[in-house]
């Protein structure tokens, strides 16, 4: 089992920046991929940004060149930094972790980004 514990999120004017931070309970990033997806009002869970065990990332276009994932191993945290917010952000960003050699998943308890001015 492994929990994961999001923090981070507010509220911020458009075009401003957000960094959020995923901390699982225990090492886990040499097996699992790590994503970040947010559900907005309404909508279905959608996947914004991932990096895998080995380091790949991949991003949802409308993220492209504004967001950035990355890891830090010896913090053990998973990071989503967002730039250039823009309203149509605005959602609650969940972290996932995704395991590579068994099935297990996992997800955080949620994070509450607001964009508006």
């Known amino acids: 089992q492994v929990q994961l514990v999001e923090s981070g999120g507010g509220l911020v004017q458009p075009g401003g920046s957000l960094r959020l931070s995923c901390v699982p309970s225990?090492?886990?990033?040499?097996?699992?991929?790590m994503s970040w997806y947010r559900q907005a009002p309404g909508k279905q869970r959608d996947l914004v940004a991932t990096?895998?065990?080995?380091?790949?990332?991949n991003y949802v276009d409308s993220v492209k060149g504004r967001f950035t994932i990355s890891r830090d191993n010896a913090k053990k945290t998973v990071y989503l930094q967002m730039n250039s917010l823009k309203p149509e952000d605005t959602a609650v960003y969940y972290c996932n972790a995704k395991a590579i050699f068994v099935k297990a998943d996992y997800w955080g308890q949620g994070t509450q980004v607001t964009v508006s001015s």
């Open positions: 225990r090492s886990i990033f040499n097996a699992y991929d």
């Open positions: 990096i895998t065990s080995g380091g790949t990332t």
